[in-house]
């Protein structure tokens, strides 16, 4: 025992000793100066760097790859209307030139179609504008306003061919409520809404508006959260009415919501076609036979991808012409308000 205690000692005092002798260790930090052999980033990668801000670099990828899938589509339709599609298995697609364009331009069921759509889209936008502004107004701050806003959005959330169904249904001339009802009331007598021509593209025009207007509702009410209440406390007091408080007051704050929801909704209506296939088909008798449905059936049913794509971007060129159109106008309007 007594030896092992000795050992032990000996041996921390070598170790102490070779301690004590051996030369620390260094270890070089590398400063600014040895990394100036390292490759300068090249000059156009520093100016791609300083031109553009880091959020630009962010979304380049999802933009690029939103470029690809839009543009390819978009020039493959110009592409093929001046073809004539084949599809026997083997055969190439047949070049003919503006044959397609002046086939369309010849065509009279394209010129009513676009009347169609035209009434279609009219009616459908002063309708649901118009009562989803009304609505929204009564629903702002009242108690209760979000419950009622949950039940008034159940249609939105039902799908377009689900609402199709439903409404032939209801509109049935032998068991449909609603057609009993509009029997009862003495409204309407003669068979479905859907089955006459002179009714069925109003019965599509509210069964569009039965399903969209709460959309309106939702954006117009966002838009109204909007509104100091300060300035509408300072109208009030210097006399104002509510018609002049509205007009004055409400409508200038809420013309950047009622652009949204006119371009959202506008850009649907006339791309319609949903409901029109589930219901009518374009029937009865044409009657509902919009651009978007003759251009199915175009495609689709004839075969003739050429005429199709030619009256796909006539409409796609309307829709971009008029929503450009409706934007300038209403922020114009806005300008002169606030350079006023």
Not at 98 to 119: A, E, Q, R
Not at 179 to 190: E, R
């Amino acid at each position: 025992m007594t030896r092992s205690w000795a050992n032990n000692a000996e041996f921390g005092k070598e170790f102490s000793l070779s301690l004590k002798n051996a030369s620390p260790i260094s270890m070089t930090v590398p400063g600014p100066a040895d990394f100036s052999s390292a490759a300068p980033p090249s000059s156009l990668y520093q100016k791609l760097v300083d031109k553009f801000p880091w959020y630009v670099w962010w979304l380049s990828p999802a933009v690029i790859i939103l470029a690809v899938i839009t543009l390819f589509p978009f020039f493959w339709m110009i592409y093929i209307s001046f073809m004539k599609v084949q599809f026997a298995p083997g055969a190439s697609d047949v070049f003919v030139g503006w044959s397609n364009w002046g086939k369309m331009f010849l065509d009279p069921s394209v010129y009513t179609g676009w009347w169609l759509l035209f009434k279609y889209v009219a009616t459908c936008m002063v309708l649901q504008m118009g009562l989803g502004l009304g609505i929204a107004l009564l629903l702002n701050d009242i108690k209760g306003e979000g419950l009622i806003v949950t039940v008034i959005m159940i249609p939105m959330m039902v799908a377009p061919v689900v609402v199709g169904h439903l409404f032939n249904l209801l509109l049935n001339s032998s068991y449909g409520l609603y057609a009993w009802i509009f029997k009862t009331l003495g409204i309407y007598s003669s068979g479905s809404l859907l089955s006459n021509p002179s009714t069925a593209l109003w019965a599509l025009v509210g069964m569009d508006t039965w399903e969209w207007t709460p959309l309106i509702v939702l954006i117009l009410l966002a838009g109204l959260k909007s509104v100091p209440r300060d300035t509408i406390e300072a109208a009030h007091v210097d006399g104002s009415s509510p018609w002049q408080v509205f007009i004055n007051v409400t409508l200038p704050y809420l013309r950047p919501s009622l652009l949204i929801a006119f371009l959202l909704r506008f850009m649907d209506c006339m791309r319609f076609i949903d409901n029109n296939l589930i219901t009518t088909r374009g029937g009865p008798a044409d009657a509902t036979n919009t651009l978007p449905i003759y251009l199915y059936f175009k495609s689709f049913r004839e075969f003739n991808i050429g005429m199709g794509a030619v009256i796909g971007f006539t409409l796609l060129v309307a829709i971009i012409v008029c929503a450009l159109l409706a934007s300038n106008i209403l922020l114009k309007e806005q300008k002169g308000e606030n350079h006023a």
